[in-house]
Every structure is written in structure tokens, then in C-alpha cells.
């Protein structure tokens, strides 16, 4: 299957700082998405990215499909961010390890 | 709209237990999907459900199955659990070729 990549592995920030997500992923993909799972386990969708940018408030993605990777920049962090970020790349669902967020008051 | 519900939220098995796991969407979507997670690890597929009638198997098949009772239900079987099956089990059905919703999971531990 297609391998999925994330980095950092962990990140701890203080609230108010900026931060990118790197997702790498071995294969042409048609659709790539980005989720956050809350500290309750809860996973939530952010964005459906297959290719160019999107932005929701504070959150935007970019894939770039010809080089295989996709960034999630999220901005003026919150502790309500804390948790962990996966992406995953269709068929059907290849998940990366993910990237743990905290976000430190 | 409940979206996707998952019961029962907490499980726990002993060895050579048996046990269904229970999902349904009310979103009218044609598919539905059975994930585990590991601690530490991303969502691995088990089995899937492309339409009523059909299934497939996914990634990590071993150990269970599935049946789709109809376009709004998918079940997820243990005949005989073991200690490799605890995991944290999520149910999720997508918008068309988008958007994929998560139940909020079934938590089990076997014994």
C-alpha cells in the first residue's frame, strides 16, 4: 500500500506560535485529507486537499501532488489545537503515523 | 442527523470471548468503513463496504468479520477475541469520494 509519512512526530508550542505539518506520501494520490483527533479521541475532518490550498480561520493546507506532500500550517495556536493531526491518502485511507500536538498557555 | 454511531463505546473480552461491534450512518451514504488504532499509530482499515451487499477486506482482515445489513448499518465481528485485538475501533462512512465522517469509537480490551 502507499506509505504516508508525517513529521514532526511531536511538536509542543506556546500558544500564539505558528506551525507546519509535513505529510509525505509514496504514491500519486487523487485524494488526500487531513484530520485532527482530539485529546478525547474524537476525529474530526479538517480539510480535503487532493491538490492546491484551502483555508478554514486559522487552519490552511497545500498539497503539491506532482512532489507527493502536503502541508497544514496552523496559525495563532490555541490549547483547544492540542491533539494529534493525521493525514490520510485514498484508496481507502492510508493513514500516517500522525504529528502530537500540545499547545502550552 | 447523528452522523455516525458506534456501540458500545467500552468493551472489554476475555480471551476466546465473542463479540459485535455496531455502526450506522444515517447520512445516506453507500459506504462504510471499519478502522482499528493501535497506541501510537494511525488508522489501519480492516473491512469495507463499498454499497449494500458488498464487502472487502482491508489492511488488517485477520481475526474478524463484517456484515452490511443494509445501507445504514455495518457490523463488525470478533468470533474468538484475543489480546492482539485490543485497539480502539472507529467506524466511518465518506461523503461520496470526500469527505470521511468517524464515529466516536469502541474501545476495546481483551483480557
Known sequence: ?105 | NAGVTQTPKFQVLKTGQSMTLQCAQDMNHNSMYWYRQDPGMGLRLIYYSASEGTTDKGEVPNGYNVSRLNKREFSLRLESAAPSQTSVYFCASPAGGETQYFGPGTRLLVL
Open chain 1, 1 to 105: 500500500g502507499i506509505q504516508v509519512e508525517q513529521s514532526p512526530p511531536d511538536l509542543i508550542l506556546q500558544e500564539g506560535a505558528n506551525s507546519t505539518l509535513r505529510c509525505n506520501f509514496s504514491d500519486s494520490v487523487n485524494n488526500l485529507q487531513w484530520f485532527h483527533q482530539n485529546p478525547w479521541g474524537q476525529l474530526i475532518n479538517l480539510f480535503y486537499i487532493p491538490s492546491g490550498t484551502k483555508q478554514n480561520g486559522r487552519l490552511s493546507a497545500t498539497t503539491v501532488a506532482t512532489e507527493r506532500y502536503s502541508l497544514l500550517y496552523i496559525s495563532s495556536s490555541q490549547t483547544t489545537d492540542s491533539g494529534v493531526y493525521f493525514c490520510a491518502v485514498w484508496g481507502n485511507l492510508f493513514f500516517g503515523t500522525g504529528t502530537r500536538l500540545t499547545v502550552i498557555p
